[in-house]
T-cell receptor, first 115, second 112 residues
Framework: DQQVKQNSPSLSVQEGRISILNCDYT??????FLWYKKYPAEGPTFLIS?????DKNEDGRFTVFLNKSAKHLSLHIVPSQPGDSAVYFC??????????????FGTGTSLTVIP | KAGVTQTPRYLIKTRGQQVTLSCSPI?????VSWYQQTPGQGLQFLFE???????NKGNFPGRFSGRQFSNSRSEMNVSTLELGDSALYLC???????????FGDGTRLSIL
């Protein structure tokens, strides 16, 4: 049962424009959300996170928005650069958990930024 | 600071064999998690270890097991390999449980 879903397998954007990657979740207990970026032949790299007590978090060109009522989060990249071309995974978890932590990942969205 | 190191990078096995994968976390990180990545399935959580104890386990059969040593290094073992076990196995570490994780580059396991 996929509790975190990324319904767009791929996205193409022109350089300089905004990239919007979307993620939906089904478990209302999730209270911590993360985005990772993955280049071919490398492991995922942590990008940005957001706690459920916030609805927005910014880090440079990257902003994550959380809509708890819709169980939806999105990652905005502005402006998009060719080096942003990668697969983006969203992940969610409950925290804190005294019995350990489990992150649930989406299936990923492949972003291509066209020069 | 060295990142998460996984060995070997590539492995080819046949059905019925067993395999052990190794992960060295970032120095000082005590939480180590393992994931299986297959096309179209994203990253599926296998288990998490913290201070040599398995803290959490995903929905995988008992053929998948792991352990963590006192220096936080971790191993994952898969017994009686099946064709469906072909995947990229990723190890991730963090200072403590629940924090953003640092991933290794994975071990690509192919079952013939």
């Amino acid at each position: 049962d996929q509790q975190v879903k990324q319904n767009s397998p791929s996205l193409s954007v022109q350089e300089g424009r905004i990239s919007i990657l979307n993620c939906d979740y089904t478990n209302s207990m999730f209270d911590y959300f993360l985005w990772y970026k993955k280049y071919p032949a490398e492991g995922p790299t942590f990008l940005i996170s957001i706690s459920s007590i916030k609805d927005k978090n910014e880090d440079g060109r990257f902003t994550v928005f959380l809509n708890k009522s819709a169980k939806h989060l999105s990652l905005h990249i502005v402006p998009s650069q060719p080096g942003d071309s990668a697969v983006y995974f969203c992940a969610a978890s409950w925290r804190p958990r005294s019995t350990g932590n489990q992150f649930y990942f989406g299936t990923g969205t492949s972003l291509t930024v066209i020069p | 600071k060295a990142g998460v190191t996984q060995t070997p990078r590539y492995l080819i096995k046949t059905r019925g064999q067993q395999v052990t994968l190794s992960c060295s976390p970032i120095s000082g990180h005590r939480s180590v998690s393992w994931y299986q990545q297959t096309p179209g399935q994203g990253l599926q959580f296998l288990f998490e270890y913290f201070s040599e104890t398995q803290r959490n386990k995903g929905n995988f059969p008992g053929r998948f097991s792991g352990r963590q040593f006192s220096n936080s290094r971790s191993e994952m073992n898969v017994s009686t390999l099946e064709l469906g076990d072909s995947a990229l196995y990723l190890c991730a570490s963090s200072l403590t449980t629940g924090q953003p994780q640092h991933f290794g580059d994975g071990t690509r396991l192919s079952i013939l």
